[in-house]
């Protein structure tokens, strides 16, 4: 009887060590989702945009095996479009570009002469250069001022990089600036390098909403209660001197403030007036904010090199005319856009993600509809297969080998044959 019941308790525990498994699967496949959601969900995956004209931020890919000579030209580098970057460059070299701005696809045009574009087939192709497509060396499947890969093959530490939301580039976060804590780079929403502020120079006016100086106001913080304290703890040998030289500048100041209130008395018509004819004009003026200039005047204790913001910073640029032509001239009138951010646009793909059936829910249904046994047979089949796909990749590392997508067919069709023949059991005389 004791032996039924732990026997009993062992498969019990069995059980429910298994649906913790099979949950866990389930939630990294839905981690998995969240983060395609972000950086593709807002992309079109069956039609190219070209048709559409630039897109204001879509997911594109520079493919290396139509424009070979790109690697070492940067005017023959091409991007294309999600949609393109399945139907017409399926099996090619591919570098995942994340987001790039105002861009069009290049698929159908002469950059891709040697290559037609599937899904424009009613375009006579090629068609004509975009010309106000932008390249930089992502394009080539390089980043950072130190112009390396991404992931580096030669490096075996893990790479933290951030996206400047001006050039775009991406930067090692151990190259962008020594005096910067990466407690600030993982908590930014936006970045700017030291190249982009130093070309678009109004922007250090704004420098007093960036996340370094709020840094740097925490940490004098810090050293003045620092100082408090020591002064609190009579290590200042003046400090009774200070006391007294405070309290003669409040009676001076008293003092200053009686004899001119006196004056203040007899001006206060006077004052009245002019306070009401500011607020007149402040009134007149309400509706033409554009007249009025709100940027910052340039801080002081700016210092050359990347900068770090909040989310939503971009809403206290100003809009005056004077500085509506800045960002003109200096072509930068995107930066205006809420839509323009990164941030924005991984929440229209994660609402559109929302709005679709994902396999996380799918598999919680399908979990909850089979009793505890078949959860078993379930989750050991697939740590069977997670076992089997990692012994089969093995073989590819130890050979150097690229693994194709007919190398991965050919695993999961090996499965299915083990699968059926495991399947028809021993024969019936046998049993």
Known sequence: MEDQISKNSAEKKDLEESSVTMLDVLEEEKELEEEYAAVLGASDEKFCT???GAIKRQALYSC????????????????VCL??????????ELIELYTKRNFRCDCPTERMAGNRCRLNDSLK?????NKNNLYNQNFQGLYCNCHRPYPDPETTEDEFMLQCVICEDWFHSHHLSSNVTKKLMEECSEM????CMDKH????????LSMNLMEQTVENSEINVSISDDLRAGKDNDYDKLRNDLDKSISDIMNIGEAASSQTNTDEPKVKRQKLEENTEEQSTSTKQTDICRRPTLKSNYESGPTFW???WRNNLCRCMNCMDVYKSEKMEYFLDNDDTAKSYEERGMKRAASESSAY?????????????????AITEYNHMKDRLKEYLHTFVVSKKVVTEEDINRFFNEMRTERNVASVGQPYFCR
Do not use: M
């Open 192 to 195: 700017i390098c030291g190249t």
């Open 125 to 129: 192709q090629p068609v004509a250069l």
């Open 201 to 208: 120079a109004f922007l250090q006016n704004y420098n007093g």
């Open 64 to 79: 290396l095996t139509c424009c070979p000579e790109s690697r070492n030209d940067l005017n023959k580098c091409a991007g």
């Open 50 to 52: 070209y048709n559409k």
């Open 310 to 312: 909040a989310a939503d």
């Open 83 to 92: 949609a393109c970057s399945y139907q017409c460059h399926e099996n090619h």
């Open 361 to 377: 829910e799918q598999g919680i249904q399908a979990l909850a509809s089979i009793n505890r046994v078949q959860q078993i047979d």
